[in-house]
C-alpha cells in the first residue's frame, strides 16, 4: 500500500499540485469550459497500483473526478447531489426514491 504524506506535508504537497494548473479544472478545457479544480486526482488509481508521485495527478473538478472515478472504478454515471436530507430520504433527483413513478 502507498503511504501518503498527512498533515501539514500533505497540505503543501496539494498546493503544490493544484498550482500546477494554476487551481484549474485540467479536463474542462477539452469540453470548452473552464472550471475550478477542487480535487487531485490519481490518474492510475492508488487502489489499482498507482504511485503518489505528481506525475501520476491531475486537478479535477467535481464533476469531472465523479466522473473519472466512475469510470475507472466500472460504476454507472454518477449520481449529482448526493446526501440524505433531515427527512433521511436522499436529496439527489436522480435518486430512485424521489423519481415520479
Not at 500500500?1 to 484549474?24: E, F, I, T, Y
Not at 474542462?28 to 475550478?36: A, E, H, I, K
Not at 489499482?48 to 466522473?67: F, P
Amino acid at each position: 500500500m502507498v503511504q501518503r504524506l498527512r498533515g501539514s506535508a500533505g497540505v503543501a504537497q496539494r498546493k503544490r499540485r493544484l498550482a500546477r494548473s494554476h487551481g484549474l479544472c485540467e479536463r474542462c478545457p477539452d469540453r470548452g469550459r473552464t472550471t475550478l479544480a477542487v480535487e487531485v486526482d490519481h490518474i492510475v488509481p492508488l487502489d489499482k497500483g498507482g504511485t503518489d508521485d505528481d506525475s501520476n495527478t491531475r486537478n479535477l473538478c467535481k464533476s469531472c473526478h465523479l466522473e473519472v472515478t466512475a469510470e475507472q472504478f466500472g460504476y454507472k454515471a454518477p449520481i449529482e447531489g448526493r446526501g440524505i436530507g433531515r427527512s433521511g430520504r436522499p436529496t439527489s433527483t436522480d435518486h430512485p426514491w424521489n423519481r415520479d413513478r
